[in-house]
């Protein structure tokens, strides 16, 4: 009777069995299907990059670093066993995951090129808006390296940089920072040759030392600014009212050098002095006790008192103290 019972019992366990074999049975394991090639994005190798992944925690797998990224533009080929071995360095058992697919992947880093066109209308734009001449009368020839250049994918800007005492006549060096997505990634010297023309006033007849310079003296003339004399005027109202300390000879520019403002007081002359309070003027006479142009601090006695006193010569003659 007890052999019975017991062969019963084991019957009973073997029916019931099926019941809960299922919830012992072994998880499937992640399946990785290698590329033939494939193109990656960022500077890092992820597994998702190399292969399509599925089953449970696939997302997390796919982020997998393998290897660093080549150079944009360039390729780097991988094998199967060295990715299997960074899945297994993550911590996944060797029996939790299937690899299948090619021995050897290509992997080739997306890329950008941005040509020698591109640069050019880029630093002729960065001038246009710097320089102060007037474009219709300015040569700008821009020299910028032969090669393209290879970027990684994103938003490319040029930012220039140039010498501060450039004054964007005659030949300049720009340095351009190639940035994408606001990061640099290189630099690249420029060279440009800027020959910029105005119009600039010159005797039209021989004016002759001491002669007071009129505008029936003067014509407006174009002349290559990179080749002006020092001193040079640009506006012919700035000679007009002036005196020639030299002879000028028909055809050539005025300069400081060769101009001087009148003297406007003489020593010993007896001046009208303007003195301002608020809107009210008030005027007298003193006598200058030296020479004055425009602009000059004079000292000068009142005729009164005889007390010293300075003053500054304004462009009519007179006087203004404060």
């Known amino acids: 009777m007890k052999t019975l019972a017991t062969a019963a019992v084991i019957v009973a366990m073997l029916a019931a ?7 012992l049975e072994a998880t499937a394991p992640v399946r990785i299907t290698l590329h033939d090639e494939a193109l990656v994005e960022g500077p890092t190798i992820k597994l998702g990059d190399l292969a399509s992944v599925s089953g449970e925690g696939a997302e997390s797998l796919a982020s997998i670093e393998i290897n660093p990224a080549p150079v944009p533009g360039n390729s780097r080929n991988l094998t199967s066993a060295l990715i299997e071995a960074r899945i297994r360095n993550s911590g996944l058992e060797p029996e939790s995951f299937e690899v299948r697919g090619p021995r050897v992947i290509k992997t080739t880093r997306a890329h950008q090129v941005v040509g020698r066109g591109r640069i050019e209308e880029e630093l002729e734009s960065h001038i246009l ?31 220039w940089q140039t010498n501060p005492r450039y004054e964007y006549l005659g030949l300049g060096a720009f340095k351009a920072d190639i940035l994408v997505d606001g990061e640099r990634q290189r630099s690249v010297l420029c060279r440009a040759n800027i020959e910029a023309y105005g119009e600039l006033p010159v005797a039209v007849d021989q004016i002759t030392r001491g002669q007071v310079i009129g505008p029936g003296h003067l014509r407006m003339e174009r002349h290559s600014l990179s080749n002006l004399p020092p001193g040079a005027y640009h506006d012919a109202s700035d000679v007009i009212g002036q005196v020639a300390r030299t002879t000028i000879l028909p055809g050539q520019l005025i300069t400081q050098r060769r101009v001087e403002q009148r003297t406007l007081v003489r020593r010993r002359q007896l001046v009208t002095v303007e003195s301002r309070v608020g809107t009210l003027v008030v005027t007298t006479e003193a006598r200058a006790m030296s020479d004055g142009k425009a602009g000059d601090v004079i000292e000068l006695t009142n005729t009164n008192s005889n007390q010293l006193f300075t003053g ?6 007179r006087v203004a103290v404060q």
Do not use: H, K, R, Y
């Open 17 to 23: 069995a099926p019941a809960w074999s299922g919830e």
């Open 129 to 159: 808006f710097e320089m102060p001449w007037d474009p219709s009368l300015t040569m700008i020839e821009i020299m910028v390296p032969e090669q393209e250049i290879t970027l990684p994918p994103g938003t490319v800007e040029i930012a």
């Open 312 to 317: 500054v010569v304004l462009s009519n003659g």
